[in-house]
């Protein structure tokens, strides 16, 4: 009897554990700031539901989702952002949707703004002739995106930095973009993200974020980017 009730023990121990192991590749991060810590360039009551109900939908919404992958709960995020041709628009609203508002997060810091410096100074200048007409191109890719989307700054497979949009949740990274590339930095131009501080002036808002954009965190991302392409 008492090898039985430890054989369903282990049984139960192991089960747990893989389960535990699977999920550990979803994970919804806590925001690296406070909601008030980009004040005043994006306020916190919009930080604040921005991050505790719409990115923690997206994220509960992708968990269910993820379901329709068999072994899903192995891939990483990225590995599900490559498969997503013929699945479901859940399953890629809702991949998009965590991966990038995470990436959003980790863009900015209350320590933020200023110009890029280092190699990334450099290929902006390289790609775009100067910073003011990178910050130029930038603000009116966020501008043209009709409706809910995002504008990224991207390393494209030549090598060389690009500016795109995408529309809902999609992101470069997907193995349906348009343009697909590696994402160094992304805005998030859904009303959400601003309208409670800047209503429909989507421009002033582009205008904000320069003053939160972590650079550091973008040079890592293109010095990893690079060297993964070697
Ligand atoms: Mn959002």
Redesign the pocket.
Known sequence: MNKILCLITLLALTLAASAQDGKATLQFSPLPYSYDALEPHIDARTMQV?YEK?HRGYFQNLIKAMQELPGGDQLSLEQVLGQLKGKSAALRNNAGGHFN?DFFWQSMSPQGGGEPEGLLGEKIRQSFGSWAEFQRQFKQTALSRFGSGWAWLCLGPDGGLFLCSTANQDNPLMDLAEQPGIPLLGL?V?E??YYLKYQNLRGDYIDAFWHVVHWPTVQTRLQQALANRK
Do not use: K, N, Q, S
């Open positions: 921005h719409h508002h998030d859904w959400h993200a």
